[in-house]
Structure formats: structure tokens, C-alpha cells
């Protein structure tokens, strides 16, 4: 996967040319095919555990993670990974009417670091988004814990995570919460309790800098309000936070004159310490998990390659530790490659042209002449080989 798999098929990659002679024990695709199927819901569950130690064992010999010490967020979303005909165990029609299999993922970044994989999940095509994603929650951000966010740590989630079962499990691991909220009843009336001075223009879509006033121009403005969310649950189970609301005026499609302005709103429930305006910026940044979930489509999640459904659970979890392994290969290579794509790394960092000649009964690379990033693949090879760091 690391090479670009993504199929069983692939296999045989590694067993052309003189890829034999620098790999040892390289299987046949059709045994690594017998080994997916052989999987059970007990050896997907474990071989998450694995996943998550190999993270936890990557983050401490790579900067996966500059400046989690401080501040780190975990964001989750789900993606339907599209099937065709009917062999496919689990297949069927989602929220999206696209028939496939839906893929939950969890992915931790910083403000400084491009996101890595810390919890992927493969659900039936039929489960909506929120179905044990609770469960899901716990498990990524322990495993964010203990790869090094000791410090603030905040969940970001789209509407559809919204519920109290997942910020409760957010608060019980002693992390901050950034939910978009239903517009409910309930979040519709407390959005009508806003005054009109409380909102603030901010930097979106067209915005201009007045440079007599000091402030933003903009069609978007942001104010925030205390709000108690699930009061139909008994006191005990009442979550207060902020409610932070963007609301962006509502272009007429008819070009007819407006009585008064109407606008369309924008809610999220959060706890964050960060200030109002820093808060629903770093929201917006959510939208980081979708380059993740690019990056996998373009390669080992091009498809699911097997008709048993935990043969591409474990495929699923085989990708996300690809992906993690790609990324700290970036980190160690150079700043450039730290924030690159996955595919960018693999083409060139990974999928490099080499002639293999043998000597005194030693293998000898000798790579291409030229190669526009010889100093970061140079810096990588040496940082891997070298002695790891002391714990």
C-alpha cells in the first residue's frame, strides 16, 4: 500500500524484477487474499490495536506532531466507499443513495502538522453516520493521548456526530468538544435571542479590510450565546456550552427587492477555551479530514477489493497504517514533504527508479542521477538506518 496498492492483486509488485532481492518472505497475491478472508470481527478489533500502538511507536520516532504538547485537534467524518454488483458482503444504499460501504475514520493534526490516521472503522453501507460512534470517539482520542496531545485536545465534528453520546465520551477522556449543531427547535430559537449589535464581522467569502475603521467588511458575522443542549434528557445528562453562530446573508435567487435581510446560520456547540473568532476559524478547519480521506481514495481505498466484509475491514485498518507510515517517512525527509500528500511522497520519496548490481556479495542501489529530491531522500534513508532515539 505504501507503494501504491490497491488491490489483493498488487502484491505481486514486490515479487517483480529484483524487488525479490531486497525483500524477504514476499507472499503470492493469492496468499495474502486466503490471510484477509480468514479474518474475523476479533482479528479486525486486534489488528486495530496494532494500529494504534504502531502510531503511538511512529509519533515518538518521527514529528508527527509538533506542538500536540499544546493544543491538537481530532476530527471525524465518514465517506461511502462506492461498490459495484452484488458479491459484496454489507454493501447497500446510504444517506447519500450511493451504494457501498461506509468508512468511518478519526485523524489527529495540529496546527502545524498535516492530520495522521488514529481510528478507521468500516460500517455496513447502511449505517448512518453517528451508528457506535461513540465508541469510535473513545478510542481515537485515547490513542492521541498516548501518540503525544497531552495538551488541549479538541474533537471537531460535522452535524451529524451531533448527539450527546459523543461529547459525553469527549468529556470523559478530558477533551474539549466542536460539534456543528441540528438547527433544532431549540438551537433556532436560542439563534433568535441574539441581539443585532452582538455580531462581529470576520474575515470569509469577499471580505475587505477598512483601513479607517480597523475591521472587516463582510457578508459573514459571528456572535456567540450560553446554550444547555439535550434539555429532553434528565438534568444529570445536560451538557452547557457556547454556541458559537456564523450567519451569512442569503442571496435573493429572484433579484427582487428586499424588505429586510434574511440571513442563513451556521451553529457550533462547543466548549473550546479559544476566543470566539479563533474558535469558529479552527472549526472550519474540520474541512482537514476530507484531504484525508482524498488521499486514501487515491490509493489503497481506490476500491475494496475483497466480497467478505472483514477482509476489507483489515484492508480498511491496512490503510490507515500505510497512510501514517507515508507520513512519518514525509516529517523525517524534509519540511516540504511533512505537509505533502500522500501520492506526492510516493512519487517521490518511494516509487524511485533504481539499478540493483551485486558485488564482493553486497547489493548496491544506485539511484538516478539528477533526482530533484536527492537531499530529502538522502535525509530520510539516513534518519531511518540510524540508531533510534532513546526513550
Known sequence: MVAGADSIDDMALLRHGAVRSLFSGVRAPSTLGTFLRSFTFGHVRQLDAVASRLLINLAGQAPLLPG????????????????????????????????????????????SAAPIIAAARLRKGTSNSARGAHRFVTDALVTARNAGASGVLVLRADSAYYGHDVIAAALRQDACFSLTARQDTAVRKAISTISDNAWTAIKYTDAIFDEDSQQWISDAEVAEIDYTAFTSRPQAKHIRAKLIVRRVKDMNPNNQSELFTAYRYHAVFTNSPLPMLEAEKAHRAHAIVEQVIADLKNGPLAHLPSGQFWANSAWLVCAAMAFNLTRAAGTLASAMHAKATTGTIRAQLISVPARLARSARRLTLHLPTGWPWRTAWEHLATTANSPPAPA
Open 68 to 111: 500536540a504538547e499544546k493544543l491538537a485537534y481530532v476530527d471525524v467524518d465518514d465517506t461511502l466507499r462506492q461498490t459495484y454488483g452484488y458479491a459484496k458482503q454489507g454493501a447497500g444504499r446510504g444517506y447519500t443513495g450511493v451504494k457501498g460501504l461506509n468508512a468511518l475514520l478519526a485523524v489527529v493534526s495540529t496546527p
